[in-house]
């Protein structure tokens, strides 16, 4: 009869399960486990039998994460380490890019002796056209590489400069960043009403559109004045604003805080407030005039100094051709287009020493209690179709050099496939193209010229031509250039209502040269004020002539603090 023997039976009157380990499982560790996994192996010694990814954690448990109970763990035997250095050895300079030219040399012998052997032999149509397909291919794919050489030499662009050195006592009261400004929109702008009109404009040559690339017209230099006349130097602003408005600019000042989200170049404009009143100025002796060439190109200008294609020379060059442009189209020296009032800027010169320009004062209504007072330029005015009298707005767009400057040769492309050139100034002066039409729009002109002009030499820049001129309606242009003007009444609203919240004083908007926002700084109100005073009294050594001066500069002190009462008082008297 078989022995049966009762086994040892553990009661746990605290729970569940057995209260100790058995004994010969005491001194093992416990390993958690799932009745999930699956058993596919014994023993995997290689531990890389599963390199499928699909297939790595198959057999797995499902608390791998955890380390391995049954591990070897060397605790406090430090004899054998041995630090390893597994950064790469770096080759000489003669051996760097070895492989590669061997690699190319050995190829360029391979097609070689193909093409011996394809020349030795007869071949039919089929492979005579695999050859072809083989060669084209070849030819595609040698231009593919070389554009690559091309773009790993581009050179890195140069951090820009600020157009004002921001000084340490300026404090920045907001900051807006493109991406945000691009969002906004501002739909309900009521009625426009012209407030004032003033100047005179000489009519458009129309023998100027039959201009073309065989028969280009050398560009002339033509004397004339251009008032480049800020918001609170004129009369006229200083008169409307006791009537009209709470916000006062120019056009030009308005364009570019409309398109300054396409803007790459530092600017700067200075924010004066006076009670429930804002005037936007540029700041003296800045280069707010100038034009700005090839600002959104990929690879823009990034020469210095005296060379003739930096920035600041293009610059100075693309107003130059502008100016001389705009009234040379003109039938200078017959009849003109006189507006209800005289020219506000025109002292003792005559009639023909001054450029061909129509200022209008218009009023907008931007809502919110936002009336803007904005002075317009016109250039020129030509009868239409009908006989009707249309205004004008004329402006150049100049070629410096094709090989920088999108690789379109205006005098090969301009007669026949001219929209390859305009996409190409599109994309190289999107900022310039769109102040421009903000402008026309502003000032509700009729026509938008543009005229092409290039070097008659491309080391030369003092000699033009003219190859041609295009014109288009101001809003049907916008479109064209994906110009929003919902964006740019939202953009210039922004800005009021950020100028509006802050306290009566003056402020700086400035772009920043290398990054897509615009910052709003509080500045003292005699910022870029009596530089030159301070400097001719320090130069004095006498001090009785210092002493006369300083009675000068303290009596043109009292007067600019008079004036400004003034205008402080002009501008508080609807209260």
């Given at each position: 009869?078989?022995?049966?023997?009762?086994?040892?039976?553990?009661?746990?009157?605290?729970?569940?399960?057995?209260?100790?380990?058995?004994?010969?499982?005491?001194?093992?560790?416990?390993?958690?486990?799932?009745?999930?996994?699956?058993?596919?192996?014994?023993?995997?010694?290689?531990?890389?039998?599963?390199?499928?990814?699909?297939?790595?954690?198959?057999?797995?448990?499902?608390?791998?994460?955890?380390?391995?109970?049954?591990?070897?763990?060397?605790?406090?035997?430090?004899?054998?380490?041995?630090?390893?250095?597994?950064?790469?050895?770096?080759?000489?300079?003669?051996?760097?890019?070895?492989?590669?030219?061997?690699?190319?040399?050995?190829?360029?012998?391979?097609?070689?002796?193909?093409?011996?052997?394809?020349?030795?032999?007869?071949?039919?149509?089929?492979?005579?056209?695999?050859?072809?397909?083989?060669?084209?291919?070849?030819?595609?794919?040698?231009?593919?590489?070389?554009?690559?050489?091309?773009?790993?030499?581009?050179?890195?662009?140069?951090?820009?400069?600020?157009?004002?050195?921001?000084?340490?006592?300026?404090?920045?009261?907001?900051?807006?960043?493109?991406?945000?400004?691009?969002?906004?929109?501002l739909s309900n702008v009521g009625e426009t009403e012209d407030l004032m009109k003033c100047g005179?404009?000489?009519?458009?040559?129309?023998?100027?559109?039959?201009?073309?690339?065989?028969?280009?017209?050398?560009?002339?230099?033509?004397?004339?004045?251009?008032?480049?006349?800020?918001?609170?130097?004129?009369?006229?602003?200083?008169?409307?604003?006791?009537?009209?408005?709470?916000?006062?600019?120019?056009?030009?000042?308005?364009?570019?805080?409309?398109?300054?989200?396409?803007?790459?170049?530092?600017?700067?404009?200075?924010?004066?407030?006076?009670?429930?009143?804002?005037?936007?100025?540029?700041?003296?002796?800045?280069?707010?005039?100038?034009?700005?060439?090839?600002?959104?190109?990929?690879?823009?200008?990034?020469?210095?100094?005296?060379?003739?294609?930096?920035?600041?020379?293009?610059?100075?060059?693309?107003?130059?051709?502008?100016?001389?442009?705009?009234?040379?189209?003109?039938?200078?020296?017959?009849?003109?287009?006189?507006?209800?009032?005289?020219?506000?800027?025109?002292?003792?010169?005559?009639?023909?020493?001054?450029?061909?320009?129509?200022?209008?004062?218009?009023?907008?209504?931007?809502?919110?209690?936002?009336?803007?007072?904005?002075?317009?330029?016109?250039?020129?005015?030509?009868?239409?179709?009908?006989?009707?009298?249309?205004?004008?707005?004329?402006?150049?767009?100049?070629?410096?050099?094709?090989?920088?400057?999108?690789?379109?040769?205006?005098?090969?492309?301009?007669?026949?496939?001219?929209?390859?050139?305009?996409?190409?100034?599109?994309?190289?002066?999107?900022?310039?193209?769109?102040?421009?039409?903000?402008?026309?729009?502003?000032?509700?002109?009729?026509?938008?010229?543009?005229?092409?002009?290039?070097?008659?030499?491309?080391?030369?820049?003092?000699?033009?031509?003219?190859?041609?001129?295009?014109?288009?309606?101001?809003?049907?242009?916008?479109?064209?250039?994906?110009?929003?003007?919902?964006?740019?009444?939202?953009?210039?609203?922004?800005?009021?209502?950020?100028?509006?919240?802050?306290?009566?004083?003056?402020?700086?908007?400035?772009?920043?040269?290398?990054?897509?926002?615009?910052?709003?700084?509080?500045?003292?109100?005699?910022?870029?004020?009596?530089?030159?005073?301070?400097?001719?009294?320090?130069?004095?050594?006498?001090?009785?002539?210092?002493?006369?001066?300083?009675?000068?500069?303290?009596?043109?002190?009292?007067?600019?603090?008079?004036?400004?009462?003034?205008?402080?008082?002009?501008?508080?008297?609807?209260?």
């Open positions: 009869m078989a022995l049966f023997n009762i086994p040892r039976i553990q009661d746990n009157p605290h729970g569940w399960g057995p209260s100790e380990a058995p004994e010969q499982f005491k001194d093992l560790p416990y390993a958690p486990f799932s009745k999930g996994d699956r058993l596919g192996k014994v023993s995997d010694w290689t531990g890389a039998t599963y390199q499928d990814r699909r297939f790595l954690n198959k057999y797995m448990s499902q608390f791998g994460g955890q380390a391995n109970p049954y591990s070897y763990y060397h605790d406090e035997d430090e004899s054998t380490f041995q630090l390893v250095d597994t950064s790469r050895v770096q080759k000489p300079i003669y051996q760097k890019g070895r492989i590669r030219f061997n690699q190319n040399k050995l190829r360029k012998e391979r097609e070689k002796r193909q093409q011996a052997q394809a020349s030795m032999q007869v071949l039919s149509k089929t492979q005579k056209s695999r050859e072809r397909d083989r060669q084209r291919q070849l030819r595609k794919w040698q231009k593919q590489f070389g554009k690559q050489q091309e773009q790993q030499k581009k050179p890195q662009i140069k951090n820009r400069n600020a157009s004002v050195q921001v000084r340490d006592t300026w404090a920045v009261v907001e900051e807006m960043d493109f991406p945000r400004l691009s969002k906004l929109s005179s404009l000489e009519f458009y040559d129309r023998a100027y559109d039959r201009v073309t690339t065989k028969n280009e017209k050398r560009l002339q230099r033509i004397s004339r004045i251009f008032h480049k006349v800020t918001t609170t130097d004129d009369p006229i602003i200083r008169q409307l604003a006791k009537m009209h408005g709470n916000v006062f600019a120019t056009d030009a000042i308005l364009s570019v805080l409309m398109c300054c989200t396409r803007s790459v170049y530092s600017w700067d404009i200075v924010v004066n407030k006076f009670g429930k009143k804002l005037f936007f100025d540029k700041r003296d002796d800045s280069d707010f005039d100038l034009l700005t060439v090839s600002e959104t190109a990929t690879e823009p200008p990034q020469e210095e100094g005296a060379n003739l294609n930096s920035p600041k020379n293009l610059a100075l060059e693309a107003t130059f051709v502008n100016h001389n442009f705009s009234q040379q189209v003109l039938k200078m020296g017959e009849d003109r287009f006189d507006m209800p009032e005289p020219n506000p800027f025109a002292q003792d010169e005559e009639p023909s020493e001054i450029a061909s320009v129509a200022y209008k004062y218009r009023k907008f209504d931007l809502g919110n209690g936002i009336v803007l007072v904005c002075r317009c330029e016109l250039d020129a005015a030509t009868y239409g179709p009908n006989g009707e009298l249309q205004m004008m707005n004329i402006k150049s767009l100049n070629e410096w050099d094709s090989r920088f400057s999108g690789g379109v040769d205006w005098r090969l492309k301009l007669d026949m496939q001219r929209g390859a050139v305009l996409a190409t100034e599109l994309k190289n002066n999107s900022c310039k193209l769109g102040r421009w039409t903000v402008s026309s729009l502003l000032a509700g002109s009729d026509i938008i010229k543009f005229g092409y002009v290039s070097r008659v030499h491309v080391k030369d820049s003092s000699k033009h031509v003219i190859l041609g001129t295009q014109q288009y309606r101001p809003t049907e242009f916008a479109q064209q250039i994906n110009l929003n003007m919902d964006n740019a009444w939202g953009i210039l609203r922004c800005i009021i209502d950020i100028c509006m919240k802050q306290k009566d004083g003056k402020y700086l908007i400035m772009k920043d040269p290398n990054k897509p926002v615009i910052r709003l700084y509080d500045i003292p109100n005699n910022s870029f004020e009596s530089e030159e005073s301070e400097s001719e009294s320090s130069s004095e050594d006498d001090d009785s002539e210092s002493g006369a001066e300083d009675e000068e500069e303290e009596g043109a002190v009292h007067r600019e603090d008079d004036e400004e009462r003034e205008l402080g008082t002009e501008l508080e008297l609807e209260k």
